[in-house]
């Protein structure tokens, strides 16, 4: 038996879209919320009356609003009225946050994973969850990313990095925590996060790729995540971005896995200089403009310029947000990356705006809760 995670109070239709957009956008003046919904003063008026009797919608005091020159009303949620969890898995660990209801992170832990049996995995997140939820208010739900396919019930078809496959880890972990529980591909969370309190907030088309283990790359068109059942088999890995670059495991010449994972460029580096290096090291070694690592670095540079061209060439985000724990290579290469974009765009074209995240574990978590909140705030999408 599956949890049901609580409703928002605000529900369905043109209320809930009053109260959404305050959520996502405010605190925000009354016109201002007129003007983004498309509604007359009175509608307005009429649409949030009962928010605010509900204490979904609060007034946020005055602002001087610089085109009429006079104070104006904000309105407002109360972020700190709810609390949500979110989680990041990783082969050998889990990290935790709690959140407010924006997503903003208020304490973190984690904890070793015991071995990858799906029900050890799952008593050490309700453990955590547990752990989190001591001293706050009541967690409405728990958000958990994953790198691999899930489906919409909670059910993780397959999630190479714990081999496993066919684990049904919201109905594991409902069982052990009590609390509603959404299990979601980690890079569709992390895009969701961004998509509502991040760099995509407001904007009609944006892009994230992640760096690090592996290579992400997520979309957002009309402020809908582009998505189907093969998401999560991370379909952007197998690019192909290099024609003289090594080869990957499935045989392709330099794809993304091949040339810009942070395992693929940290064996380059230690080939080229003759013994091992991590990745880290790899960076520090290019940072240090040591001629072999500067090249393998470059040449991982001059990749993701491609892979960045190639995204805003097919897709025309307004903005490409960059993240994963891999992230530095954006920071070291920036000049190759720029001269791998600028080779394969049309000399027209404007650059590309970028957002280079910290690349912090703790991002991945917040988009886990960001997608707990979407299920209170939207519920399930067959309810609409
Ligand atoms: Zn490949």
Redesign the pocket.
């Known amino acids: 038996m599956r949890i049901t995670t609580p409703r928002w109070a605000p529900g369905t239709g043109a209320t809930r879209a009053v109260a959404l957009e305050v959520l996502i956008h405010g605190p925000l003046s009354r016109s201002e919320v007129a003007r983004r919904l498309d509604l007359s003063p009175g509608s307005l008026t009429r649409l949030s009356t009962p928010l605010l009797d509900m204490g979904v919608l609060v007034d946020a005091g005055e602002q001087i609003d610089g085109k009429v020159g006079r104070p104006v009303q904000l309105l407002d949620i109360v972020p700190g009225s709810k609390r949500f969890i979110g989680m990041k898995l990783t082969a050998d660990t889990v990290l935790g946050v709690t959140t407010d209801l924006r997503g903003n992170v208020l304490a973190s832990q984690s904890r070793a994973l015991p071995g990858r049996q799906p029900e050890r995995v799952a008593d050490t997140i309700a453990e955590l969850a547990t752990a989190l939820s001591a001293g706050t208010p009541e967690v409405t739900a728990i958000g958990v990313g994953i790198g691999g396919l899930v489906d919409e019930h909670g059910f993780v078809r397959s999630a190479p990095f714990l081999e496993w496959s066919d684990v049904p880890l919201g109905q594991l972990i409902e069982a052990r925590a009590g609390i509603p529980a959404i299990v979601a591909n980690d890079l569709a969370a992390y895009t969701e996060y961004e998509h509502w309190f991040g760099a995509g907030s407001g904007l009609d088309r944006f892009a994230v790729v992640t760096l690090g283990a592996g290579i992400g790359f997520g979309l957002l068109i009309h402020d809908e995540i582009v998505t189907n059942d093969e998401y999560g088999i991370g379909l952007i890995?197998?690019?192909?971005l290099d024609p003289f670059g090594p080869?990957?495991?499935?045989?392709?010449?330099g794809?993304?896995?091949?040339v810009l994972t942070d395992t693929a460029i940290s064996l380059a580096v230690s080939q080229a200089i003759g013994r091992p290096t991590s990745y880290a090291e790899a960076l520090d070694l290019a940072m240090a403009e040591e001629p072999a690592a500067r090249r393998v670095v470059d040449d991982a540079g001059r990749s993701l310029g491609r892979l960045l061209a190639a995204i805003a060439n097919l897709t025309l985000p307004e903005r490409v947000v960059i993240g994963g724990e891999g992230v530095r290579l954006a920071e070291v290469a920036a000049e190759a990356i720029a001269e791998g974009v600028r080779s394969h765009r049309d000399a027209r074209t404007r650059p590309i705006p970028l957002t280079i995240r910290s690349g912090e574990n703790i991002e991945w978590c917040r988009g886990a809760a960001v997608v707990a909140i979407q299920a209170f705030v939207l519920g399930s999408r067959d309810e609409d």
């Not at 794809?255 to 091949?258: D, G, I």
């Open positions: 890995g197998h690019w192909p080869v990957c495991s499935e045989g392709h010449r794809c993304a896995k091949a």
